[in-house]
């Protein structure tokens, strides 16, 4: 079983920039995936970036250069940076896992291949 626990959201102004994490308990095998995900109000949950566990990142083009992953095995902490807020950026940000093999790595943008979920955590970008 897997746990998951997200930090770091809160109010920031336009053009800042925030560190999520989520810390992940329980049994992590080398085939385990942990991604971020995002929901705004009224809109589908969407992809935001996930990282593999030997390294490999999956990113949608809709936040490349702004959007990072990286994670500290140590801590078993997954981190989002967010650089150059946006209000548009404004959503819950979920951490998911999946220990499922896909060999698309398209796969990964899909929630429903997750099966671990955190609770979230709020950013709101606003002036």
């Known amino acids: 079983q897997v746990r998951l626990v997200e930090s770091g959201g809160g109010l920031v102004q336009p053009g800042g920039s925030l560190r999520l994490s989520c810390v992940v308990s329980?049994?992590?095998?080398?085939?385990?995936?942990v991604g971020w995900f995002r929901q705004a109000p009224g809109k589908e949950r969407e992809f935001v970036h996930a990282?593999?566990?030997?390294?490999?990142?999956y990113t949608p083009d809709s936040v490349k250069g702004r959007f990072s992953i990286s994670r500290d095995n140590a801590k078993k902490t997954v981190y989002l940076q967010i650089n150059s807020l946006k209000p548009e950026d404004t959503a819950v940000y979920y951490c998911?896992?999946?220990?499922?093999?896909?060999?698309?790595?398209?796969?990964?943008?899909?929630?429903?291949?997750?099966?671990?979920w955190g609770r979230g955590t709020q950013v709101t970008v606003s002036s």
């Open positions: 998911a896992a999946t220990s499922r093999v896909y060999y698309s790595s398209t796969s990964y943008y899909r929630k429903t291949n997750y099966n671990y």
């Open positions: 329980g049994t992590i095998f080398s085939r385990d995936v």
């Open positions: 990282l593999h566990w030997n390294g490999t990142t």
